[in-house]
């Protein structure tokens, strides 16, 4: 699962470290990837997900930028 941003909703980049890696999907799991307080991140997000030989899959994806 990865995160790509957009100035404009349309020309999207990957967001710098925020990816979750491979994750097992025959366990339950949970993780939280944080990003520097100074990183840009512009206006548009969207989430990213390869599944690999999975033909389908259930999860909660959430973006939160502290002040």
């Known amino acids: 699962l990865s995160v790509d941003d957009s100035a404009d909703n349309s020309s999207w980049i990957a967001l710098s ?5 491979s994750i097992a999907c025959n366990v339950r799991s949970a993780g939280m990837v944080a990003v520097g307080n100074a990183d ?11 599944l690999g030989t999975a033909t389908s899959v259930t999860f909660v994806s959430a973006f939160m930028r502290a002040f």
Request: aromatic fraction near 12%; charge should be positive.
């Open 40 to 50: 840009a991140v512009r206006r548009y997000l969207r989430w990213q997900i390869s």
């Open 17 to 21: 470290g925020a990816t979750s890696g």
